[in-house]
């Protein structure tokens, strides 16, 4: 529904930032990570968004410094067990390489040291998500941000998320650096 909002930051404080959009403030709630990538109050910034509707907690907006910060509280959310604030609170509480690498190598003691995240927690973690963050790759660079929002638009298109991981993998190296995702998506689609 909302993939970003750029505007005027009227405000901020750890776990919200207000963004002013067309004469609206939207609330959204951000990690520590984004509050302290946010400049002062008054400047012009872009969010990256997550709409969650439903249950007891109504309509809440998620805001994120980078694509990649997004892409990884998304993949939180496919955990069970991980709604969005405990997705939330473990973006926040390590930063994003050293999360990625936690799960990919099945680190679950340094995933346990996260609040929030228990035993059970770290093990589904890893149960879920160690070959999706294996392929991740670094948090860095938008080439791998690209490659990752492909892997995401194949999957939403339907196809099972290893064969759009092979298939992006595949193309990566064959497309200019700084392809959109849609070009790696048109290309990767040619080797499914």
């Known amino acids: 529904m909302y993939d970003f909002f750029t505007g005027e930051l009227t405000r901020k404080m750890p776990g919200t930032a207000v963004v002013a959009c067309g004469g609206i403030g939207y609330a959204l709630r951000i990690s520590l990570a984004t509050y302290d990538l946010l400049p002062p109050a008054g400047k012009t910034v872009t969010l990256w968004a997550h709409f969650e509707s439903g249950g007891d907690a109504g309509i809440r907006l998620f805001g994120f410094a980078a694509e990649f910060e997004r892409e990884i509280f998304r993949l939180l959310l496919n955990v069970n067990g991980v709604g969005p604030a405990t997705a939330l609170a473990i973006v926040s ?5 050293d999360l990625r690498r936690s799960v990919a190598e099945g680190d679950i003691a340094s995933l346990k040291r996260i609040k929030g995240v228990g035993p059970k927690t770290a093990q589904r973690l890893v149960l879920d998500l160690q070959e999706t963050f294996k392929t991740l790759g670094p948090a ?53």
Do not use: F, H, M, S
Request: aromatic fraction near 2%; charged fraction near 35%; glycine fraction near 6%.
């Open 93 to 97: 509480g390590a930063p994003l390489e």
């Open 140 to 192: 860095a660079g938008p080439r791998r941000a690209a490659a990752a929002d492909a892997i995401l638009a194949l999957v939403a298109l339907g196809y099972p998320r290893p064969i759009a991981e092979k298939a992006v993998r595949e193309v990566e190296g064959k497309v200019r650096k700084d392809a959109p995702a849609e070009e790696i998506v048109r290309e990767a689609l040619k080797k499914i």
